[in-house]
C-alpha cells in the first residue's frame, strides 16, 4: 500500500514535470508547476524530511507561484492580444534533461552506497565520511536539537550566509531589470469587498502567529527563519494582492535597513567571532541563534514581498 | 481491526467520495459558476471528513483541534476565493445569469 503510494507520487512527480516543462500554454505551465511543488513537498514528508517538506511547500510552490503569476500577469499586460506561449529551448532542453537524470543518480547511486557502508558496518557506528552522520554524533553537545538548523547555523553558517546573499542578489537584480515600470496595481480583489477583509482579519494575523512558531520552533523542531519568512511573506502578499500594501518605487531608510539586517546581524556575529579569537562563524549561543534567525525571518519575508510587489519599497493603503 | 478503524475507514470512503464528485463536477460542468459549486462544496465536505477520520486515528484531542482548525481555514478560504473568481468571471462574462446588483457594479 506504501509502496503503491510512493509510486504514484513519483509518476504524479513526472508526468507534472513534464506537463510544465512541455506544456504548450505558459499558464498552464505555471499550474503545474504549483502542483508539482505541493506534490513533491508530499515526496519529501514520505521520506522523512519534514523540515524541506515545510520550505518546499512555503517557499517552493507557495511564493514561486505567486511571482511566477504576477510574472504572467505582468507579460499579458505588456503584450496584449496574445497568450504568451511557453518555449522551452527545444535544443537545450534534450542535455539539460540528460544532465540532470544523470545527477540525479549519481546523488541516488552514492545514497544507496552510503547506506551499505553503514549497514555492513557494526550497526550503530557512525561512519565518519559522511557529513550527516557527523552532525548527529555532535548533536549531543549543542543546545539545539533540530539538526537541520544545526546544519544551517553552526555547521555550514558559510553556505546560509551565501543563501542570503544570492536572495538580496535576485531582488537586487529584479529591481534592475524592472527600471522604473510602474508596480501593478491591485485590481483583481478590489479592497472594499468585504469577504477580503474577512480573510485578511482572519489570515493575517495567524501567518504571523505561525510564522513565529516556525521560527521558535526551528531550534528542535522543523521549521526555522527561510519558513517562517515565507509564511509572513505570504501574509504580505495577500496584503498587496488585496490593496492594502502599495508597492513604492524608493524605500524609506527603514525598509532598507530591514532588507539587508539579516545578512548584516549573521556577517556580525561570524565575524565578532573572529574578534574574540574564536574560528569564524562561532556563535556565542542560543540567544545569538535566535538574534540571527529573527534578523533572517524579517529579511527574508521582506525580500520576498518587495520581489511579488515589484517596488523599492512598501507603503500601506492605496494611492 | 478494531472499531475505530473500521469508523475512519468508513469516513475516509465517504471523503473520497466527495473529492471524486467535486472533481467529476469540475471536470464536466459547462461553466466557471456551475464549476466552482461543484468545488467549494463538493472539496469542503471531502476535506472535513478526511479530517473527521485523521482526528479518530489519532486519538488526541489535540490533535482532533488542530485538524478542525486546518478545516475552518480551508473552509474561510474556499470561501473567498470562490467568491472571488466568480466575481470576475461575471465581469468577463456580462451574460451569466447573476442577481441585479451584482451586474450593475462596475468592474473594479
Known amino acids: 500500500m506504501t509502496l503503491a503510494l510512493d509510486a504514484l507520487l513519483a509518476l504524479a512527480l513526472l508526468a507534472l514535470a513534464l506537463g510544465a516543462v512541455a506544456g504548450a500554454a505558459l499558464f498552464r505551465s505555471i499550474v503545474m508547476f504549483i502542483v508539482f511543488g505541493v506534490v513533491l513537498a508530499l ?83 557512525a561512519v565518519p565520511s559522511t557529513a550527516g552522520q557527523a552532525v548527529l554524533a555532535e548533536m549531543a553537545s549543542l543546545p539545539l536539537d533540530n539538526p537541520v538548523t544545526a546544519v544551517l547555523l553552526i555547521f555550514r553558517g558559510y553556505d546560509t550566509l551565501l543563501e542570503l546573499t544570492v536572495l538580496l542578489a535576485a531582488y537586487l537584480g529584479a529591481r534592475l531589470a524592472l527600471g522604473g515600470s510602474p508596480p501593478l496595481s491591485a485590481r483583481s480583489a478590489p479592497a472594499a469587498l468585504p469577504m477580503v477583509g474577512a480573510l485578511l482579519a482572519i489570515v493575517v494575523p495567524l501567518s504571523a502567529l505561525v510564522s513565529l512558531h516556525l521560527l521558535h520552533a526551528g531550534s528542535d523542531a522543523p521549521g526555522g527563519a527561510f519558513q517562517g519568512g515565507a509564511v509572513l511573506a505570504a501574509a504580505g502578499v495577500l496584503l498587496v494582492l488585496s490593496g492594502r500594501l502599495r508597492a513604492i518605487g524608493s524605500a524609506p531608510t527603514s525598509q532598507r535597513l530591514l532588507l539587508v539586517l539579516g545578512t548584516l546581524t549573521f556577517l556580525g556575529f561570524a565575524l565578532a567571532a573572529r574578534l574574540v579569537g574564536a574560528a569564524l562563524f562561532t556563535l556565542p549561543g542560543m540567544w545569538a541563534i535566535y538574534l540571527i534567525e529573527s534578523a533572517l525571518l524579517l529579511s527574508i519575508a521582506l525580500t520576498l514581498v518587495l520581489l511579488f510587489a515589484a517596488g523599492g519599497g512598501l507603503a500601506w493603503g492605496r494611492e | 481491526m478494531g472499531l475505530n478503524d473500521i469508523a475512519s475507514t468508513l469516513l475516509l470512503a465517504v471523503a473520497a467520495f466527495f473529492y471524486l464528485a467535486g472533481t467529476v463536477g469540475l471536470l464536466r460542468f459547462p461553466d466557471v459558476h456551475s464549476r466552482l459549486h461543484a468545488l467549494t462544496k463538493a472539496d469542503n465536505l471531502g476535506l472535513l471528513f478526511v479530517c473527521l477520520a485523521m482526528a479518530l486515528l489519532s486519538g488526541s484531542a489535540r490533535v482532533a483541534a488542530l485538524l478542525a482548525v486546518v478545516w475552518l481555514l480551508a473552509l474561510v478560504a474556499s470561501a473567498v476565493s470562490a467568491h472571488l473568481v466568480a466575481r470576475r468571471a461575471l465581469q468577463f462574462d456580462p451574460q451569466a445569469p447573476a442577481p441585479a446588483e451584482h451586474r450593475a457594479e462596475p468592474p473594479a
Open chain 1, 43 to 125: 515526496a519529501w514528508g514520505r521520506i522523512g524530511a519534514p523540515d524541506l517538506a515545510l520550505a518546499e511547500a512555503a517557499i517552493g510552490a507557495g511564493l514561486t507561484g505567486a511571482l511566477l503569476l504576477v510574472s504572467y500577469r505582468r507579460l499579458v499586460r505588456t503584450t496584449p492580444r496574445r497568450t504568451p506561449r511557453s518555449r522551452p529551448a527545444a535544443r537545450l532542453a534534450l542535455p539539460l534533461g540528460l544532465l540532470s537524470a544523470a545527477l540525479v543518480l549519481g546523488l541516488g547511486a552514492s545514497g544507496f552506497g552510503l547506506e551499505d557502508t553503514t549497514t555492513a558496518g557494526a550497526g550503530t557506528v
